[in-house]
């Protein structure tokens, strides 16, 4: 079993900055993906960026320039740096953690760009 726990979401004005984090725990295996998805209201969920316990990342096209994904590994906490916010961001947004065995999801936190 691996714990995800997601803080940093809130209200945050067009233009503007927040920071996710995701704080992960159990039974992780050394490689893996960890990583953010999002779901806007009445849309799908959708691939927001994510990162290799190796180091690459990906990104959507929507946020490249604008999000940075980042870990620390002592912690074994991932960030989603996320600037330049647009109201099409508003969404909730999922911490995603997958090995070769399992997929785990956060419990998600709201993140809303008022205009």
């Known amino acids: 079993q691996v714990q995800l726990v997601e803080s940093g979401g809130g209200l945050v004005q067009a233009g503007g900055s927040l920071r996710l984090s995701c704080a992960a725990s159990?039974?992780?295996?050394?490689?893996?993906?960890m990583g953010w998805y999002r779901q806007p209201p009445g849309k799908q969920r959708e691939l927001v960026a994510t990162?290799?316990?190796?180091?690459?990342?990906n990104y959507a096209d929507s946020v490249k320039g604008r999000f940075t994904i980042s870990r620390d590994n002592a912690e074994n906490t991932v960030y989603l740096q996320m600037n330049s916010l647009k109201p099409e961001d508003t969404a909730v947004y999922y911490c995603?953690?997958?090995?070769?065995?399992?997929?785990?999801w956060g419990q998600g936190t709201q993140v809303t760009v008022s205009s």
């Open positions: 990162r290799h316990s190796g180091g690459s990342t």
């Open positions: 159990g039974s992780m295996l050394s490689d893996h993906i």
């Open positions: 995603y953690y997958r090995d070769s065995l399992y997929v785990y």
